[in-house]
């Protein structure tokens, strides 16, 4: 099967750091994969975004125009990019950061307040590990013992402090959606 995600934020919010786990995840489990970032020129604050493809078969192209899944991670990456989701889709907002509520009922949308659950852990920055952990759970792209794997391998020495937060920040984005009834609505 064939995995095709969006991820898409404010630059900082570890929007290309969510698809590079997700790619390297899949390299670990011997899938094809393609990670193809998109930023702004600013380093903090700016709009990024990534298509990662995790395939067990070859990938044709980097290049996705309606992708089976969007991670959005604040308002103005809903707006932009809910339109682009394939009918029939997941949708994984990030509820904390985007207020106002999706327009499309032709997709699996799932709203997950990623920001609360990263303050509880006493970590903002992990919220992009808890959006990763719904998506996870949903789909089942990589295994969740993947990405930590791979976590591992990218955290410096200095940060690998952070790997338990992480994994819960995780853990913790999977159990909010297997909580949550699939909401898919048709038109």
Same mark, same amino acid.
């Given at each position: ?15 290309? @750091? ?5 790619? /390297? ?13 998109? /930023?702004?020129?600013?380093? *903090? ?12 078969? *070859? ?37 904390? @950061? ?9 997709? /699996?949308? /799932? ?24 998506? @996870? ?38 159990? @909010? ?11």
């Amino acid at each position: 099967m064939q995995h095709e995600v969006l991820v898409a934020g404010f630059g900082g919010q570890g929007v290309l @750091l969510t698809g590079q786990l997700l790619a /390297y995840g899949g390299l670990l489990e011997n899938k094809e994969v393609t990670w193809f970032p998109s /930023y702004g020129p600013e380093m *903090r604050g700016g709009t990024a975004n990534c298509i990662v493809i995790v395939s067990g078969k *070859r990938i044709a192209s980097p290049v996705v125009e309606r992708p089976g899944a969007a991670l959005v991670f604040n308002q103005p990456s809903l707006l932009k990019f809910e339109a682009k989701v394939k009918p029939g889709g997941l949708l994984l907002v990030n509820s904390a @950061l985007a207020t106002q509520l999706p327009e499309r009922k032709d997709l /699996y949308t /799932y709203l997950v307040p990623a920001n609360e659950v990263a303050q509880s852990l006493g970590q903002i920055l992990v919220a992009n590990m808890v959006m990763l952990g719904a998506y @996870l759970e949903l789909t089942g792209a990589v295994t969740f013992s993947s990405v930590l794997k791979a976590l591992e391998k990218t955290l410096s020495e200095q940060r690998r402090h952070l790997l338990s937060v992480n994994r819960e920040a995780m853990e913790q984005g999977a159990q @909010l959606v297997s909580q949550q009834a699939r909401k898919y609505h048709t038109r």
